[in-house]
């Protein structure tokens, strides 16, 4: 059995300044264990106190990215 994410929820609240932050941005993997800047999933997101990433069936890969809110 595989699980799968249907959003991200990312809490800023306890952030310093948050207006120092120019965006924030969530890039895919794929399967491998290194990070990379190669896929980026959706557009940088405004920053907020707590800001969800949502994807569609699932968080799969980028290409099931729906949208960035915040909340």
Avoid: Q, W
């Avoid at 952030?15 to 800047?37: K, N, P, W």
């Amino acid at each position: 059995m595989t699980a799968r994410a249907t959003s991200l929820v990312l809490n800023l609240d306890g952030t310093d300044d948050i207006d120092a932050l120019e965006s924030l941005t969530l890039f895919d993997t794929d399967d491998s264990d290194a990070f990379s800047l190669n896929t980026r999933v959706g557009e940088p997101a405004t920053p907020a106190a707590k800001l969800v990433f949502d994807f569609i069936d699932g968080c799969t890969s980028a290409k099931t990215y729906s949208g960035c809110r915040a909340v």
